[in-house]
């Protein structure tokens, strides 16, 4: 699964986040929130756990497919 950058852009921009504390109030490690920040693909739970943190659903952080 991939997360839209953009999008998670803006809700760390909203919240006032670095990687480092988006790593931290998501529970997941910091190399991995840089790497989702970076566009890499992640599994549905970090897509999950990334939505929670954030106070969203992980539909709303997915990319669109299908352009």
Do not use: P, W, Y
């Amino acid at each position: 699964m991939r997360i839209d950058r953009k999008k998670l852009m803006i809700k760390m921009i909203d919240k006032n986040l670095n990687v480092q504390e988006l790593a931290k109030v998501c529970g997941i490690s910091r190399v991995t929130a840089s790497n989702v920040k970076c566009g890499k693909s992640c599994s549905k739970e970090t897509v999950e756990k990334i939505a929670h943190g954030l106070g969203c659903s992980a539909e709303n952080l997915l990319e669109k497919t299908g352009r």
